[in-house]
Every structure is written in C-alpha cells, then in structure tokens.
C-alpha cells in the first residue's frame, strides 16, 4: 500500500474506484493492447502486432496493434463528431471534469506507478514520480478559468469596442515517448481538452498501459465519450498524424530525428507543432558548493531511471579543484544498486530494451576508442535474480573532450561525462557551444557567480542548487535550441496559447441608437 492512497481519507467515491473491476487503471494488464474510439475499448483487426516486454526479464507483457488506417480514420472522425458539442461546453463544465479526474489519479496512483513498472522498468517511487509530475499539470487545468480569460478595451474609440478571446483549434493530436508514459500524455490531453479541443493520443509502442489506464479514468471522472480517443503504432501512425488533415495541432516528445520529421510533415501540412527533443545537460560544480549536497545531487541526476530522462544530468563540468571530488562521486555510484524496478532495494532499474543497452555499450567504447578513461565501468554487470535484464551499471568517463562521440550524442542511459576547466566562463562557453539546450544546473553556495551564470548560459531551463530543473505546471517547460522546435511550449500559459487562437471583435454601438423616441419615416427614402 502507497502512503498516498491515505491521504484520500473520507472520500468514499473514490476509495470505491481503486476497487473497482477496471480494466487498465485496475492494475490489469490484457494480452492485446486495444485502440480507444468514440468512449468505447476496440480491439484492432491489424495483422501487425508489436510485443511490449518487461525490462527486467524480456518477457512479453502484451501486444501493441499497428492500428489501421481504417481505425485511425474512425478515431478522427469520432474527435471530430465530440468537438462540436465539447468545444461549446462551457469552461466551468469542463473544470468540474478535471477536479474530479486529479481525484482518480491520486485514488489509483499506486496501481497507474505498477504499469509503469512492469512495462517501462523503472523504480516504483520514480513511477510514482512520473504520475505525480503529470497530476501537477492537471491540477492547474482546474484553473482553466483563469487560464482562458480573455481582453477587454472598452471605448478604444468612440462608441467602440475591443475584445479578444481564446477559442479552441479543434482535434488535436499527441505522440508520447516511453521515458515517462503517464507524465507526458498528462501534459498533452488534460491541457488540450480543458481549451475545449478534443484529442488523439498515441501512447509509445514500447509501454502503453499506463495511458490507458488514465484513459479509462478520464472517462470515469465524466470526459464525454469521443473527447479523448487512442490509437498505437509506430511510423505509419505517425505520418498519419502528420498527414490527417482534420488534426490541427501535434504535440511530441522524443527524439531528434522523430522530432525532426513531425514538425517537418506537420508543419508542412499546417499543422502547429511542439516537439520536445534531445539534451546534453551539463551540471556546473564550482569548487564553493556544498560538497555532499552537491555528489548526492550530480549522482542521482546522472544515474536516477538509468539515465533515461530528457533532464538528466548527463555531464559534470568540474571547474578548478570541483574535479578531486570524482573519487567521492564514484564511490557513491558504485553502491547504488541494479534490479528490476519493483524490487524496493532498487536505485537503478534496467534500460527499455536490448538495443538500447547495446547503444548505450557502444558509446561508452567510442570514448575509450577516442582517449577518455572509464572510472567506472557498467557495461558487465549482472543481476543474478534477473539475469535476461537489459542492465547498465553506473559509468563514469572521465577526460572528455566536447569532440568525443559520447559527448556530442545523447547516451540515454547511467553514463556521466566528466569535463575538467579551469574557469566558470569556461564552462559556460563549453555549454553554449553545445548544440542542445533542455536544461543545465551550477552549484555553488556564491550568489554573483550563479547570477552570472543564469545570465550568459544560453539554455532554456537552468537550475541553481537544483539538478533536474523542470518547472512546475503554473509555468511552461522552455528547452530551447536544438531541444525545441516550435513557438509554444507544454502546459501553462504557453500550453494553452499552443492549444487556443484568438478571435478579436472590434464593436461599435452608436451612443445615439440607445434613444427609444425615435420616429419612424414614411415618406420614400431617398439615398444621398
């Protein structure tokens, strides 16, 4: 039992739905992943199936479908049929279905964390995590009254008036990554649907259930049926999304070259397009910092979830003496602990598949090849209880150069990159050199010196004392350069002018109309 399932204490409704005989957010798991069209759970008739396999054992879970193109025109078609009734249901309706939908999430979060488990590989408290991250984005739905106000210039002009408000697109469209299969969706389909849009999610291939299950529950806080519809696959799917012309926005997380081609098709189609891609995050440890508080924060920011975060912090940048500290930092990685994530003795799950594994292993051998020295070596570890486990045991890789291969792409697993300098405007000259800009983080117990840094770095979401800085929902995720591409951002205000446009009325109401003892002519009128 998760602790915060007690903090529901008194709300019968919903203590009653974590016993409830659902399907996904039950804590099932059927062998067939279905598509979701028009409120209803559809098999597919696809011929095309893609296994989704436990992590830690290889085991086949379920089955994912291509959906079909016929299945994936019924989905649209449902959105379409839902818009013209939800997109007129008034702001305060829809809030009504958000209080009650963060209810449900936090009523089944504990189950929601064990799909995520099961299917992603990660730590049961990081799958809590991953929920919780995504809750915060739909409780700050619940402000959508705020959030949609509009603007008003009363007498612009004589007897004149300007308004302006916010308007929904209609379908819109989310293609989600495996990292974070519950925390990601929660920033696409609440924040849609709450503009007054309805939705077509495409939850990974790789790890799908946990989106269903919040699915389901969206439909048992009262989301009408339609509103929110799923369809699964993989490259056909996508283009799909990109091509459909009824889909007017498309919301991506993943990475670069998927990123790339999205906001390319879809652009093209005149679609918007937000795509969230890649990162090369770089921690900044000046010597002042706080020694233990600073090792504690680079180990888990480099080594949480197996190093599969967007926000990872995936190379420390040790600036003067910072770099006698790396005995310390390999000390504390090499005692946290490989297993399968529902273990509770487990720091590091296994990585989403064997290919991943085999990428990861591949790069940590091009830094060898290219001159760096592995303080810590992961690529042959072994978990006795889960000997099939696609396991990478924490590395560190010392005396990088920003040429090296392992530091121009983006491992996605538990390597930390070490970079010597001498200087803070070193370091901050090495990051901005950097074609990404997802996020970057300074310690130091120094005021001038963090300002100084938040000033010159060029990275959209830094952190100061803070290792993974993701803000919070009541702002917008802001990665930049090659992190980002798109001219709005996920969730808060930015979230919401992605998911609305703006319609200005300009009115002119004659001050002298307003006489009731007017007369009427009845002689020829005569046009002058």
């Known amino acids: 039992m998760f602790p915060i399932l007690h903090t529901l204490r008194g709300a019968e409704c919903m203590t009653s739905l974590v016993c409830r005989n659902l399907s996904y957010a039950g804590g099932k798991v059927p062998s067939t992943t279905q598509n979701v069209i028009g409120g209803q759970w559809v098999e597919s008739s696809t ?28 989905a649209v078609e449902s959105a379409k049929g839902a818009f013209g009734s939800w997109g007129k249901t008034s702001p305060m309706a829809r809030q009504q279905i958000m209080f009650r939908y963060q209810q449900l999430i936090k009523a089944n979060i504990g189950e929601i964390a064990k799909l995520i488990t099961l299917e992603q590989g990660k730590t049961l408290a990081d799958a809590e995590g991953d929920v919780m991250r995504g809750l915060q984005v739909v409780e700050q739905c619940c402000s959508n009254t705020n959030l949609l106000l509009g603007e008003t210039l009363t007498g612009v002009s004589k007897d004149m008036d300007l308004t302006s408000f916010k308007t929904p697109l209609g379908v819109c469209a989310g293609i989600a990554p495996f990292n974070f299969p519950a925390m990601i969706p929660l920033w696409m389909f609440p924040m849609a649907t709450i503009c007054g849009n309805t939705y077509i999610m495409k939850p990974s291939e790789r790890d799908p259930t946990a989106c269903m ?6 439909k048992e806080a009262g989301m009408p049926d339609g509103v929110v519809n799923v369809i699964h696959g993989q490259h ?62 680079l180990v888990g920011a480099a080594f949480g979830a197996a190093g599969q975060r967007c926000m990872a912090l995936s190379t420390a940048v040790m600036v003067g003496e910072a770099k006698d500290w790396m005995e310390e930092v390999a000390e504390k990685a090499s005692k946290l602990r490989l297993s399968a994530g529902h273990e509770p003795h487990a720091d590091i799950p296994p990585v989403i598949s064997p290919e991943a594994k085999e990428r990861i292993c591949s790069l940590i051998q091009t830094a060898v090849d290219e001159g760096a020295e592995l303080m810590i070596d992961g690529r042959k570890v072994t978990v006795e209880e889960y000997p099939d486990g696609n396991f990478v045991g924490p590395t560190i890789i010392t005396n990088m150069k920003k040429g090296m291969t392992a530091y121009i792409n983006e491992i996605f697993g538990p390597v930390l990159c070490v970079v010597n300098v001498d200087t803070l405007e070193e370091a901050i000259e090495l990051i901005n050199s950097n074609p990404y800009g997802n996020g970057t983080a300074i310690f130091t117990t120094n005021g001038a010196t963090a300002r100084k840094f938040t000033q010159e770095i060029d990275i ?7 290792s993974i ?21 996920f969730y808060g205000k930015q979230g919401v002018h992605f998911f609305t446009q703006t319609k200005t009325v300009t009115s002119l109401w004659k001050a002298e109309d307003a006489t009731s003892d007017s007369k009427s002519a009845t002689s020829m009128p005569v046009l002058r």
């Not at 299950?213 to 969206?218: G, T």
Request: proline share 6%; net charge negative; glycine share 10%.
């Open 47 to 74: 011929d095309t199936w893609i296994d989704v396999c436990n992590p830690a054992t290889n085991q086949v879970i379920t089955k994912v479908p291509q959906t079909t193109m016929a299945e994936m025109e019924q």
């Open 213 to 218: 299950a919040l699915v389901e529950l969206l």
């Open 236 to 297: 056909d799917t996508v283009n799909f999304i990109c091509d459909q012309p009824d889909i007017r926005a498309i919301s991506f997380v993943g990475g670069d070259a998927a990123g790339r081609h999205i906001y390319s098709r879809g652009s093209a189609n005149g679609k918007r397009v937000q795509c969230n891609m890649g990162a090369k995050n770089h921690g900044v440890i000046m010597p002042d910092a706080n020694k233990e508080y600073t090792i504690n924060q």
């Open 460 to 466: 959209g979401q830094i952190g100061v004392n803070v």
């Open 469 to 489: 800085p993701v803000p919070l929902p009541m702002m917008s995720f802001s990665g930049s350069r090659g992190s980002f591409l798109g001219d709005s951002h």
